[in-house]
């Protein structure tokens, strides 16, 4: 049986995520609440590391074989959009060549994601830049 506060809780996140729905599509909270191959890669073969003008950073961390992304992990202090969008870059990146995500920009993860309030689309940015970035210093 639930406690008062395990009821106060579950009530709480509920209604956090009622609000939620009123400005993100069901594949960002779904990516922010359960996201995809956050943490690190201890050994990677590429890695890179923004700040964004907000002051949220991104890592982002590749294993790399044949010039195919076999493995994508990230991590973030930024907010719930920044690790859903971050998520989302993962997802898109893994089993791709080189050349193919690094066409993986902010306009593809707005569209995957179905969209962020404009607010919030510099976010996306961060996570498509990081991910950029990490596949450059690896052809360095
Ligand atoms: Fe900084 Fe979202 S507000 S990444």
């Not at 073969?45 to 003008?53: C, E, K, L, N, V």
């Not at 990230?74 to 080189?98: H, M, N, Y």
């Not at 993860?109 to 976010?123: I, N, S």
Request: net charge negative; glycine share 8%; hydrophobic share 35%.
């Amino acid at each position: 049986m639930s406690s008062d506060f395990e009821k106060f809780a579950e009530r709480l996140q509920e209604e956090i995520l009622e609000d939620a729905r009123k400005h993100y599509t069901e594949i960002v909270i779904d990516n922010w609440m359960h996201p995809r191959n956050l943490g690190k890669i201890e050994k990677p073969d590429s890695y890179a590391r923004i700040t964004g003008p907000c002051g949220d950073t991104m890592e982002f961390f590749l294993t790399i074989k044949s010039n195919i992304i076999k493995e994508c992990r990230f991590l973030t202090d930024g907010c719930g959009t920044s690790i859903a969008c971050g998520s989302i870059v993962t997802e898109l990146a893994k089993g791709k060549e080189l050349n193919q995500a690094v066409g993986i920009t902010q306009e593809i993860v707005l569209k995957t994601c179905g969209g962020l309030l404009p607010d919030d689309e510099h976010c996306a940015l961060l996570a498509s830049n990081t991910l950029i970035e990490a596949i450059r210093n690896y052809k360095r």
